[in-house]
């Protein structure tokens, strides 16, 4: 079994015998990926059901599809995200030939948390192999069957010199850490965040940290209530809230909330059956240690539960829980929820709601649910978040074409289509000029006279490429 | 103080005096005005640090400046507009764009080699990305530093733009405060402390480092003038150029040609007696003149080597046949010494540079455009020019980055405002059609998971090959039975008219 060392030196020698660089490479390798995928769409499910009794709709749309997407939309693309992007010259380097080229970086690692172990480790991993990295992946131990799982398919199906996946917990990730890596991408809390940009600044690694937040959800103006609260219970508590871009809390009037309440009582009933413990459309909590911080947050809290509040530890179940009454202090606004606990919070106006937002954090994401479009543009253009969406949640991250990534504490950098390739990338400024008009390059040697000054501001200028060719 | 200022600015741009984009361009007109007003000041500044000559400084910075400043107004519009992306079935009929916006209060820590390039162009992005900067040049450069203290206030914003000065404590003190983004040029032992004291607050940096960048000259190119153009570029600001070519790589046969080309060269720029040219520049001070000359201890140089510690004076220096291992060779020269390190051929200088740690430049002097490729593709640098020294700096279209030791991020031209905002994903939905979001509610069957995997399926058109024939035979069979229908209508209409006719000529006869 090689130790983490020689794994990082065997991919960097795989890196620079330069086998990862021909697109076709490429191309193979995301195809064996998406074959993994599917030839073991079963077994994936089944892992997850073991590790978050995530049901199998969950599974399939936020897990085993959007990866899909990913590696179709990364096959498709690969050969035009390889191209030298040509630029705009000035009239100096007219006839220079001027490119920015995309080189793999070298060998960068991934870490991946628990909540959407598959997604949140090969989507990453999906920009990395387009970009022709090598990459060593390192699951969460937290959600142990997939862990395992990826761990025994990846080396059945990607090559082994080009792709490790190591595994284990808090004590090797650190180990791991203080190997040399050309960039490091997490998924995870602020407080790790924090220890993996120390080790990283040792070998002036880049890094793409997606962490998290309370994205806040303010409910105001006029509103179709039955809609909006089908959309909002729908994002909060999906795998039982335990999303990086789930919904926080609220923020709404109090004329809202009382109009509000009754609709969420009974959507969550459509949604979940009575007895939400036996709907089989209900996730769990991930691990007692996070059941138990759950409902140390329920019990510390000076909010009232109208709804849910019911438990079981061995099962690791909590019901869907909204509570009201809660103030700014309260225990459930100390941290993300991370759960399936929506705290209902109420501002008199909407300046007061932006106030309070913009008194916090960044989040990753920041909703807003109203049928007025000023309302909207109020909030979008007086706050800042990772990403926004208005009028539904989490949807937002399926496409494509949208940067993925948070801003100041929720995170920094992106991926998702071709922002993964980027992120993966060096892009590297090429200018290839002839040899002709050397007396041209006469105006900028020694000695120097006005004259070549003042030629030289003109043929340099931005402006004087445009209008004479 | 700077804590203060740091503060102020921080409430300057909550209170949202930056979001407009007029403001921005007012500001940055400013700048220009500045630098056009000022230009005489800031070249006596720069020529009191490093003696430069009065063209060198608004050739090789204000220029730039300018440029950079021009480039800004004209498309800042453009640059804080919306940016539409492609949507899937599930949003297509919302708004899918990008929204670049600012961070908040950056802090840009200049350099003293251009100290005046190194700041204002990071500046350039901060303003027009809507953002706060406090502006931190570098003590070593002395005058520079005063005056830009002396001059911003009067003409930007004195909350939003602050300067602040002082050597290494006050930096230090200054990063212990929390910033949206860093903006830090210098060397890489020190980026990696800003990047150590950045990881404190997850605070994200731009490191603009520096490094050895290679300069290989292959046997059958024009030395002549490959030798003029490396000579330029690496004694311009007597060596102190992050993208200054440091080490030359090239075959001993011609290493005998390329000492006497710069030779040649040196005396046609700089005469007999470089120090008596208004041309030539100083070391920065007496501690790099030091370490610069230690460099070359043990060996002796074939061009120049004469030095006055009294004006920071080192001739323009060539060296040759210096081995890998030297101290010549360890660090990052900044200075006007430049060494050539023999080769066997291009594949033995590939290996050399790949062995090396990632350069901020590569040049390449070559005429076969396949080995200039296959060097290009084989090695990697933060930029590269090819028959040329420091041009692609130049070219604000081009990013303008490091790699590795050489640094992170990019910037120029619009590279700055993206690298300087933040990309906000947005989706605008209504809440109407709520019937077809009905699918991916609970409780779910397979019929209601299907739907949905349609609706969040990308890319919206599947470009498969099957998909492309058999829309190109749809096109061809519609166009043809379109083409039918019209000669259909044409002879029936024609038949009509013929029929009119003959009649009319039957009622005639």
Excluded at chain 1, 299 to 307: A, F, L, M, Q
Aim: some cysteine; aromatic content about 8%.
């Amino acid at each position: 079994m090689d130790t983490q060392s020689q794994v990082v030196d065997k991919l960097r020698s795989a890196f620079r015998s330069g086998v990862t660089i021909p697109e076709q490479f490429r191309r193979t390798q995301l195809t064996k990926l998406m074959s993994m995928i599917k030839d073991n769409e079963e077994q994936f499910l089944n892992a997850l059901h073991k590790d978050l009794s995530k049901p199998k709709f969950e599974a399939i749309v936020s897990e085993i599809d959007i990866v899909i997407n990913e590696l179709h939309y990364a096959i498709a693309n690969l050969k035009s995200w390889m191209q030298p992007e040509y630029v705009s010259k000035s009239l100096a380097t007219k006839l220079d030939d001027c490119f920015v080229q995309r080189e793999p970086l070298g060998v960068v690692l991934i870490i991946a948390p628990w909540n959407y172990p598959l997604h949140l480790l090969i989507l990453p991993m999906v920009g990395a192999i387009a970009a022709g990295n090598c990459v060593i992946i390192k699951p969460s131990e937290i959600s142990a069957a997939t862990d395992g799982l990826i761990a025994e398919l990846v080396p059945k199906y990607l090559s082994q010199d080009c792709y490790a996946v190591v595994r284990g917990g808090a004590e090797e990730t650190k180990a791991l850490l203080q190997n040399r890596f050309d960039h490091i991408f997490y998924t995870g809390s602020q407080t790790v965040a924090r220890s993996i940009l120390q080790a990283a600044s040792v070998h002036l690694t880049p890094v793409t940290l997606e962490l998290g937040g309370k994205s806040p959800c303010i409910i105001y103006g006029r509103i179709d209530v039955t809609a909006a609260a089908y959309r909002l219970i729908w994002a909060k508590f999906f795998n039982a809230g335990q999303s990086c871009v789930a919904p926080d809390y609220v923020l709404c009037s109090p004329a809202t909330r009382d109009a509000l309440l009754p609709v969420l009582r009974n959507t969550l009933e459509d949604f979940y059956g009575k007895e939400p413990q036996k709907c089989p459309d209900l996730s769990r909590i991930v691990s007692h240690r996070h059941w138990t911080r759950l409902m140390e947050l329920l019990r510390r809290s000076s909010g009232k539960i109208i709804v849910g509040g019911e438990s079981d530890e061995e099962d690791k179940y909590i019901a869907p829980t909204v509570v009201v009454d809660v103030a700014e202090d309260d225990a459930l606004m100390q941290e993300e929820i991370f759960g399936p606990i929506l705290p209902i919070l109420t501002v008199d106006s909407l300046e007061k709601g932006i106030d309070f937002i913009n008194r916090r954090e960044k989040p990753l994401a920041l909703y807003v649910f109203s049928d007025e479009s000023s309302v909207v543009d109020t909030v979008l253009q007086n706050t800042s978040s990772g990403g926004f969406c208005s009028n539904d949640g989490i949807v937002y991250m399926t496409l494509p074409g949208l940067p993925f990534g948070g801003v100041g504490a929720s995170g920094w950098g992106s991926y998702h289509g071709h922002w993964g390739f980027e992120t993966f990338s060096h892009r590297r400024a090429c200018m290839l000029r002839g040899w002709a008009l050397e007396r041209l390059n006469g105006l900028r040697y020694p000695p120097y006279t006005d004259k070549k000054l003042s030629w030289l501001r003109w043929t340099t200028s931005a402006k004087s490429g445009c209008s004479l060719m | 103080m700077e804590r203060q200022a740091v503060q102020r600015a921080k409430e300057a741009f909550m209170g949202g005096r930056t979001r407009p984009l007029e403001f921005r361009l007012q500001q940055l007109r400013a700048l220009q005005t500045m630098i056009t007003e000022k230009e005489t000041e800031i070249s006596t500044a720069v020529k009191q640090d490093l003696n430069r000559s009065q063209y060198d400084t608004p050739l090789l910075e204000l220029i730039g400046i300018e440029n950079e400043i021009q480039l800004a107004i004209e498309k800042l519009a453009e640059w804080a507009a919306p940016r539409p992306v492609e949507k899937n079935l599930l949003t297509i009929s919302d708004e899918v764009y990008i929204q670049p916006e600012p961070l908040g209060v950056v802090l840009i820590i200049g350099a003293w080699n251009y100290p005046w390039a190194l700041t204002l162009l990071p500046l350039v992005g901060a303003i027009a990305a809507g953002n706060a900067a406090v502006v931190k040049p570098s003590e070593l450069s002395e005058y520079s530093s005063l005056l830009l203290r002396a001059l911003l206030p009067r003409y930007l914003d004195k909350d939003l733009y602050p300067v602040a000065t002082g050597g290494v404590s006050e930096t230090q003190e200054l990063l212990k405060q929390r910033f949206d983004h860093i903006f830090y040029t210098g060397s890489s032992t020190v980026g990696k402390l800003v990047m150590e004291a950045a990881a404190h607050h997850l605070t994200p940096v731009t490191l603009e480092l520096g490094g050895k960048s290679p300069c290989y000259i292959d046997k059958n190119c024009d030395i002549r003038i490959a030798c003029r153009r490396i000579t330029w570029g690496k004694f311009v600001n007597c060596g102190q150029t992050c993208i200054a070519p440091d080490y030359i790589l090239c075959e001993p046969c011609i290493q005998g040609r390329v000492v006497e080309c710069i030779r040649q060269t040196l005396l046609e720029f700089y005469g007999a007696d470089p120090k008596c040219s208004p041309d030539y520049g100083r070391i920065i001070n007496q501690h790099h003149f030091n370490r610069v000359l230690g460099l070359m201890e043990g060996y002796t140089p074939v061009v120049g080597g004469q030095n006055d510690a009294s004006q920071c004076y080192i001739a323009p220096t060539v060296l040759k046949d210096v081995p890998p291992h030297s101290r010549l060779m360890q660090e990052e020269i900044f200075g006007p010494l430049l060494p050539i390190v023999t080769v066997s051929d291009m594949d033995d200088a590939i290996r050399f540079i790949n062995e090396r740690e990632k350069p901020l430049a590569l040049y390449i002097f070559c005429t076969d455009k396949k080995a200039t490729k296959r060097m290009i593709e084989e090695t990697t640098s933060g930029g590269v020019t090819v028959n040329d020294v420091l041009m692609h700096y130049t070219l604000s279209s081009l990013p303008f980055g490091g790699v590795g030791h050489s640094g992170m991020g990019y910037y120029h031209g619009k590279h700055s405002f993206d690298q300087l905002s933040h990309q906000r994903a947005c989706l605008v939905r209504s809440l109407g059609m709520e019937r077809v979001n009905l699918a991916r509610y609970p409780p779910q069957d397979r019929r209601r998971a299907r739907r949905v995997r349609m609706a969040l399926k990308t890319p919206l058109i599947d470009m498969s090959k099957r998909t492309l024939v058999w829309a190109i035979a749809a096109t061809i069979i519609g166009l043809g039975l379109l083409i039918t229908l019209l000669v259909i209508l044409l002879i029936a209409a024609g038949l009509n008219c013929t029929c009119w006719y003959w009649r009319g000529f039957y009622n005639y006869f």
